[in-house]
């Protein structure tokens, strides 16, 4: 069983940046592709970008494309999401997930991934 810890979250004014970690224990998960979703109050959770084992896949939700940026260092067993240009309306809990599978398909379907990270939290002030 893999452990999820998402980090680097906080308070940023709009047109910021952050970084955010998903650290995972327990398993490797360089052979599987890794997700992140997003909930904002009030709101159902929603997905924001996939990468697949080797990082060459990716996929992002448009409003998200140019803006965001998804990696992996399988040597560390994290991946990324690099988030820039913040928007208020990008202020949410960002969720990592692991597929634990390979497959590419289906992505953007949260059923699709076996375990989640606790989440943090993103503030984006206007």
């Known amino acids: 069983q893999v452990q999820l810890v998402e980090s680097g979250g906080g308070l940023v004014q709009a047109g910021g940046s952050l970084r955010l970690s998903c650290a995972a224990s327990?398993?490797?998960?360089?052979?599987?592709?890794m997700g992140w979703f997003r909930q904002a109050p009030g709101k159902e959770r929603e997905f924001v970008a996939a990468?697949?084992?080797?990082?060459?896949?990716?996929y992002y939700v448009d409003s998200m494309k140019g803006r965001f940026t998804i990696s992996r260092d399988n040597a560390k067993n994290t991946v990324y999401l690099q988030m820039n240009s913040l928007k208020p309306e990008d202020t949410a809990v960002y969720y990592c997930?692991?597929?634990?599978?390979?497959?590419?398909?289906?992505?953007?379907?949260?059923?699709?991934?076996?375990?989640w990270g606790q989440g943090t939290q993103v503030t984006v002030s206007s």
């Open positions: 997930a692991d597929r634990s599978s390979s497959s590419f398909i289906w992505i953007r379907d949260s059923g699709n991934y076996d375990y």
């Open positions: 990468i697949n084992w080797s990082g060459g896949d990716i």
């Open positions: 327990g398993r490797t998960i360089s052979t599987y592709t």
